[in-house]
């Protein structure tokens, strides 16, 4: 399946969604689970226990149904998508139950349903800021390059439309648009990507770490040779002096004249 795009604030309608109205008890063997709406959050080991404990003791509580998009297929075949109750559906089927009770929604396009799957989940919890760079990264696609509303990418999709496309994404994540920027450039790099979702930063704080890597280099233009030959003549070896000039030279702190001019004072090849 394509990535989603969200472009677009989802209206009251999707989100209330007026027509999920009845409950139904429905097979779990016909209840399909797939990406994004599996993967939006982790379940937690914890709260699955409690939940299995609270079923096995009580049965499964009819008044809290799990979301199901009822919608037909390219093919005509009916699908019965879970959109909302994850952890509430794999609890049932460990404790080896055949049926859950479920109330069926109906939307336009898989990005109204990704919408209203993010507003109740967002209702329920605080996110952390790998929960945040995971779902940014799940349904956000940047549109670059255009100067009026560019073609939808998807028939499932809505249109998008003219403007900064990190607005629209931050409106249905529910954050700003700096974090949703922010995160586009952790995403670029492997390593603050996997700090994040490690725990060891916040988006923020990778983000400033890639920006301070990418500062211009020659920061201080006025620094010439002589200030580095100067600094360290006396204080360390020829070679060292020359070792730390090269490497300066190599990522932009010394230009190439400059280091030209202390290699000829220290006479080193």
């Known amino acids: 399946m394509p990535k989603l795009t969200i472009l677009k604030n989802p209206g009251a309608e999707a989100i209330n969604n007026t027509n999920a109205r ?3 008890r429905v097979p779990i063997a016909k209840i399909v689970r797939r990406p994004p709406f599996s993967t939006l959050y982790p379940i937690a080991d914890e709260t699955k226990a409690l939940i299995k404990k609270d079923m096995l003791e009580h049965g499964y509580d009819d008044t809290n149904p799990v979301k199901l998009w009822r919608h037909e297929l390219d093919n005509g075949e009916e699908e019965l998508l879970l959109i909302d109750g994850n952890t509430r559906l794999e609890s049932a089927q460990e404790i080896a139950l055949t049926e859950i009770t479920a109330s069926y929604l109906f939307f336009d396009n898989e990005t109204e349903a990704l919408a209203y799957a993010l507003h109740q989940q967002r209702a329920r919890r605080n996110l952390s800021q790998a929960q945040l760079l995971t779902i940014i990264e799940t349904v956000d696609t940047p549109v670059e390059g255009f100067r009026g509303p560019p073609p939808a990418d998807d028939p499932k999709t809505e249109p998008r439309p003219a403007g900064k ?3 629209h994404t931050a409106a249905v994540v529910g954050t700003s648009r700096a974090t949703v ?7 670029k790099h492997p390593d603050a990507a996997e700090a994040v979702r490690s ?3 916040t988006i923020n704080t990778a983000y400033k770490d890639i920006k301070g890597h990418a500062t211009p280099p020659h920061e201080n233009p006025t ?7 100067l600094r360290f003549r006396g204080k ?4 060292a002096i020359l070792s730390l ?3 300066l030279a190599s990522i932009g702190r010394v230009k190439k004249t400059e280091l030209q001019q202390i290699e000829a004072k220290l006479r080193i090849d």
């Open 223 to 229: 620094r010439g040779a002589d200030y580095y030959f």
């Open 165 to 167: 496309s990190a607005d």
């Open 236 to 239: 360390a070896p020829d070679t």
């Open 181 to 187: 920027e922010r995160t586009r450039a952790v995403l």
């Open 199 to 201: 725990g060891k930063k």
């Open 22 to 24: 009845k409950t139904f």
């Open 245 to 247: 000039a090269r490497a």
